[in-house]
């Protein structure tokens, strides 16, 4: 199960926002809805962060630009959980 935390889907919002009046709105809806997707087919997808010692779970940094998002997994529980706000990243220009 994927549980957003109230605070992180007002952020989303929030980033949503952002990102349009960037001009980085359609890569940001990509983005998110591919980590809406991964979080539930296999949310380890990312980089490990912190070994949860209070229940077993794992902390992981996922990045799919140009949003970034960290996470708790707790297999045991068939768990994903987004608690901290997640960021918008700065766009990637290109170079010549």
Avoid at 10 to 28: C, K, Q
Avoid at 45 to 61: E, H, K, N, R, S
């Amino acid at each position: 199960m994927l549980v957003y935390s109230e605070a992180v889907e007002r952020h989303l919002r929030e980033l949503t926002d952002a990102a349009v009046a960037r001009g980085d709105g359609p890569s940001f809806a990509v983005a998110l809805a591919e980590f809406r997707r991964l979080l539930r087919l296999y949310p380890q997808f990312g980089d490990p962060q912190i070994d949860l010692t209070a229940m077993p779970g794992v902390v992981y940094q996922g990045i799919i630009r140009p949003l970034s998002m960290r996470y708790g997994v707790f297999e045991d529980r068939r768990l994903v959980f987004c608690i901290a706000p997640p960021v918008l990243l700065p766009m990637v220009t290109p170079t010549n």
